[in-house]
């Protein structure tokens, strides 16, 4: 089993900066794909960015030029730098993780508890 923790969430005044973090522990023998989403009240989850084992991003329009997604490979950790924060980015930002516990199992996908962002003056 693979667990998540993700830690830096909080509240921000506009244009403000917040860095996420996610963590990820267990039965891991690799990590590939690393993402983070959203979800705001009343609102699909959002794919944000994500960030595969060769470093290669993507990210949502809405944040491009914003965020910035990267990986620690040693630590098993996926980052989204988060500037000039604006308001309709308040959300739950939740971590998924795709990774395999042996060479030869599947790649199964986890997910982190969320932590709340909240961009207000």
């Known amino acids: 089993q693979v667990q998540l923790v993700e830690s830096g969430g909080g509240l921000v005044q506009p244009g403000g900066s917040l860095r996420l973090s996610c963590a990820a522990s267990g039965n891991i023998f690799s990590i590939y794909n690393m993402a983070w989403y959203r979800q705001a009240p009343g609102k699909q989850r959002e794919l944000v960015a994500t960030?595969?084992?060769?470093?290669?991003?993507n990210y949502a329009d809405s944040v491009k030029g914003r965020f910035t997604i990267s990986r620690d490979n040693t630590k098993n950790t996926v980052y989204l730098q988060m500037d000039s924060l604006k308001p309709e980015d308040t959300a739950v930002y939740c971590c998924?993780?795709?990774?395999?516990?042996?060479?030869?199992?599947?790649?199964?996908?986890?997910w982190g508890q969320g932590t709340q962002v909240t961009v207000s003056s």
């Open positions: 998924r993780v795709g990774g395999s516990s042996t060479a030869t199992s599947p790649v199964r996908y986890y």
């Open positions: 960030i595969i084992s060769g470093g290669s991003t």
